[in-house]
């Protein structure tokens, strides 16, 4: 598991955000929520914080997203397109802090 290999950045879900999941699973599934007992829930979103290796641009990205991609991959870490350098592998991709700070030691 992902979660394993790297640290990973546990964010709370504002009232805000939990009033707007509620309002989107009930405009766009018909899904009764108890908004009231919804708000009360701590909800946590985990992040994993990825590292470009060509020109440090960093983000940090949703572990759902990542741990489907590598599932799917056959990389031994996350690696993703660089939405600021680049979108190939040869001009910048992003890869966990942890690989960073490894490969520029």
């Known amino acids: 598991m992902i979660e ?3 640290k990973i950045k546990r964010i ?3 009232d805000e955000e939990k009033r707007e999941i509620a309002l989107y699973y009930l405009e766009k599934h018909s899904i009764p929520v108890d908004l009231d007992a919804y708000l009360k829930m701590e909800i946590f979103e985990d992040f994993l914080e990825m590292k470009c290796v060509k020109c440090d641009y960093s ?3 949703d ?3 990542i ?3 590598y599932e799917l991959g ?3 870490y996350p690696v993703l397109s660089c939405d600021k350098c680049g979108h190939k592998r040869k001009s910048g991709y992003l890869v966990p802090l942890e690989i960073y700070n490894a490969k520029k030691k």
Do not use: H, M
Request: glycine residues 0%.
């Open 63 to 65: 572990l759902d997203v």
């Open 74 to 76: 056959d990389d031994p």
């Open 12 to 14: 709370k879900v504002t």
């Open 4 to 6: 394993n290999q790297f």
């Open 67 to 69: 741990s489907d991609l």
């Open 59 to 61: 983000e940090d990205i």
